[in-house]
């Protein structure tokens, strides 16, 4: 028996330590939101995100010949007529600046860092990625950003993110291999900026 749990937690700790494969997710209160709440940018809704090492530098890590974070719609229910979940393109996104991140001026949509994430915002800022809503309408999209229900809702529209590997019929140049991309992934942490 003590053999048994001895392996086990030699796996277990080794997913741990070694940052394997780890899937994590959050829910603050599941089923808080019912299937018909719904919550957009135009009533405060923003969020930006990105990806990095956890080391401080300020500069971008993104390379798409290993990938990319992507944001994408997953609607299940609202559509009566189709009963399947159904993912859409990614979101348009642009490079945030510091204007989008209130980081300088006063005009952006989010809300101002409190002094004590301000220092990360100001560290990690140039990493994250911000929706681009003046093309939401040129890729089909009749409201800039809008979410309904939560996961455990019968309907629902959330927002997932991934990374997603190169690809190579969409990228312009010549994607890594399989192996280089897991190397560069390693020790890399999705970052994200919410309202």
Request: charged content about 25%.
């Amino acid at each position: 028996m003590w053999l048994v749990i001895l392996v086990y937690a030699t796996m277990k700790g080794d997913k741990v330590w070694g940052y394997g494969s780890t899937s994590i997710g959050y829910t603050k209160v599941d089923s808080y939101y019912n299937s018909s709440y719904v919550m957009s940018s135009d009533r405060g809704m923003q969020f930006a995100f990105g990806i990095t090492h956890y080391d401080g530098d300020k500069e971008p890590v993104d390379d798409e010949s290993y990938g990319k974070v992507v944001a994408r719609f997953v609607t299940w229910g609202l559509d009566p007529s189709n009963g399947s979940t159904v993912v859409s393109p990614p979101l348009p996104t642009k490079r945030c600046t510091d204007e989008d991140l209130r980081l300088s001026g006063d005009s952006s949509d989010f809300y101002p860092a409190h002094e004590g994430s301000a220092r990360d915002l100001s560290t990690y800022g140039k990493k994250l990625w911000c929706f681009d809503y003046d093309k939401f309408a040129d890729a089909g999209y009749d409201h800039a950003l809008e979410v309904q229900g939560d996961y455990n809702a019968d309907k629902a529209r959330t927002i997932k993110l991934t990374f997603e590997k190169c690809n190579s019929e969409t990228f312009n140049g010549t994607c890594q291999s399989d192996e280089n991309i897991s190397k560069w992934l390693v020790r890399k942490f999705f970052l994200v900026l919410e309202n």
